[in-house]
């Protein structure tokens, strides 16, 4: 497997391995983030929970609704964060910071499905993850 091939595939894995923390952070049901890439929330959950693999067109499309989203509402800081820290960035990181700061992300989501948004939830990401990012 060339590495190209080998990126790919570790790209894809990191992002079904945060997809429910992101889609909470983002403010979306499973079925709202099906809609938005035009799979059932089932496949969503299936996704999420490990059950079925990620494709690279589930990823390419993921990808582009989560860019859109940034975009869209740079209010939702912690977002943009997640995304760069762990998407974008997570090949510079080693397996013990990921853990951690994987573990920390997921605290953000439950703080996000929890009713926390906006500036609070920047907050709470910025109090919780950038500490572990470092």
């Known amino acids: 497997m060339s590495n190209s091939s080998n990126d790919r ?3 894809i894995k990191i992002l079904q391995q945060n997809l429910s923390s992101i889609r909470k952070i983002a403010g979306w049901t ?7 890439i035009g799979v059932t929330k089932q496949t969503i959950s299936n996704l999420e929970n490990n059950k ?5 067109t589930q990823y ?5 609704v989560l860019d859109c989203e ?4 740079p209010e939702n800081e912690a977002l943009a964060q997640a995304i760069d820290i762990l998407l974008n960035h997570a090949d510079k990181l080693d397996d013990e910071n990921y853990k951690n700061i994987k573990s ?6 439950a703080a996000a499905v929890g009713g ?3 500036a609070a939830l920047t907050g709470v990401f910025t109090g919780m ?6």
Do not use: Y
Request: glycine share 6%; hydrophobic share 45%; no cysteine.
């Open 9 to 11: 595939e570790r790209k």
């Open 104 to 109: 920390s992300i997921d605290t953000v989501a």
């Open 129 to 134: 993850v950038l500490p572990v990012a470092k």
């Open 52 to 56: 079925t693999p990620m494709n690279f």
């Open 70 to 73: 940034v975009e869209e509402h």
């Open 60 to 64: 390419i499309a993921i990808r582009a």
């Open 116 to 118: 926390v948004t906006g």
């Open 30 to 36: 499973a079925e709202q983030l099906g809609d938005k």
